[in-house]
């Protein structure tokens, strides 16, 4: 469903910065060294009845699984204008992107893209449908972005933002975007919006080169 609105040079542009991340390939390697059960070290070995590799605890059992992490977000509009944060944090300090974050236990997608949006913007949204998913595979994530009505104008930053404001299409900082996802979900929502349909996609955001 992924549409081809973008050129493959500006996805490898988008993946270079993707790339920055600063995670390699080893993410894929276990970083747990001790079982979170009973503390001794654990191995490395594929558990019977599976296909990968897992860090093992041989004295108790524990297999401890690695699964990818969801980030949930949104991209709240306000008329014709989208607010957007400038993190003060790393990675891509000073950059500007769309207020998403890791999804928390007990909670559902929508609610944790409104808390961040809370977060990061002291901004109250009414989330309305999910519309862009991206898998990002080289550092296990999954972004889960939804357009969200910004209640009202009385936002201000976050402890993780320098800096919140309300943009036209005009405004975009292109070439100070925090994430490739942040620069695709923008440009399907203006390529939607254009037209007045808006089309849920899913894509992949990959390193340039592997
Ligand atoms: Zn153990």
Not at 42 to 69: F, M, S
Not at 71 to 81: Q, S
Request: proline share 5%.
């Amino acid at each position: 469903m992924e549409s081809c609105a973008f050129s493959e040079a500006d996805v490898t542009i988008a993946c270079a910065r993707e790339g920055l991340q600063g995670v390699s390939d080893d993410t894929r390697k276990s970083l747990i060294k001790f079982c979170n059960s009973c503390g001794a070290a654990v191995t490395r070995r594929i558990p019977e009845g599976d296909t990968l590799e897992r860090a093992v605890c041989d004295a108790c059992g524990t297999i401890h699984y690695q699964n990818p992490k969801i980030v949930v977000g949104c991209l709240p509009v306000h008329g014709e204008r989208i607010l957007i944060c400038k993190r003060a944090i790393e990675p891509r300090y000073g950059l500007w992107t769309l207020p998403a974050g890791f999804m928390e236990n007990n909670e559902t997608a929508a609610e944790g893209a409104a808390r961040e949006a809370l977060e990061e913007a002291n901004a109250r949204v009414a989330i309305e449908d999910l519309y862009t998913v991206y898998s990002i595979p080289h550092i296990s994530q999954v972004y889960m972005m939804f357009r969200a009505k910004l209640l009202d104008t009385d936002f201000s930053p976050g402890i993780e933002s320098l800096e919140v404001k309300l943009v036209t299409a005009d405004e975009i900082p292109w070439d100070q975007l925090a994430f490739a996802m942040v620069k695709r979900t923008l440009e399907a929502y203006l390529e939607d919006r254009k037209r007045g349909v808006f089309v849920p996609r899913f894509g992949d955001i990959r390193p340039p080169q592997r």
